[in-house]
């Protein structure tokens, strides 16, 4: 049985310092480098909690992006506005903790996106989230 979790925004009283995806780069960026980009506007870092213990179980960041509509298909560009380049959300890091890996971890940080993408009623967002290769301890299912 999979604990239940809970999405919030990274702050101050999260503890990091035993978060292990296995990728020390991303436990490194989560560690040290995550809140300055947070404050210089660069992106933004989300935790997913477990609830009994909260306990940081992965975290992903998002930032803002485009797309040039010369990437995209021609179908999709005709029923564009002439602009040149699409907004977009960026999924830019999304690593899980070791203890926490092989729970569906795609499917629940995607649903914040999905979310967004409902608010914003963009039904295009779905072909254009681009995402990074760093991308530790996931299982797509």
Same mark, same amino acid.
């Given at each position: ?8 925004? /990274?702050?101050?009283?999260?503890? $990091? !310092? ?9 436990? #490194? ?11 210089? #506007? ?29 990437? /995209?298909?021609?179908?999709?560009v005709?029923? /564009? ?6 907004p977009?959300? &960026?999924i ?6 070791? %203890?926490?890996?092989? $729970? ?9 996106? #999905?979310?967004? %993408? &409902?608010?914003? #009623?963009? !039904?295009?967002? $779905? %072909?254009?989230? %681009? ?11």
């Amino acid at each position: 049985m999979t604990a239940p979790f809970r999405f919030e925004t /990274l702050g101050k009283q999260h503890d $990091r !310092s035993a978060f292990d995806c296995g990728e020390e780069s991303l436990d #490194r960026y989560f560690k040290t480098q995550a809140t300055q980009d947070i404050r210089r #506007r660069i992106a933004n870092c989300f935790v997913a909690l477990e609830a009994v213990t909260g306990q940081v179980a992965a975290y992903y960041t998002i930032a803002a992006s485009s797309i040039p509509l010369v990437d /995209l298909p021609e179908e999709v560009v005709r029923r /564009l506005p002439h602009y040149p380049t699409l907004p977009a959300v &960026r999924i830019g890091r999304l690593a899980v903790d070791l %203890r926490f890996q092989g $729970r569906g971890w795609w499917t629940r940080c995607a649903e914040p996106c #999905r979310l967004l %993408r &409902r608010s914003m #009623r963009l !039904s295009l967002m $779905r %072909r254009t989230i %681009r995402l990074s290769p760093s991308i530790s301890g996931m299982d797509f299912v």
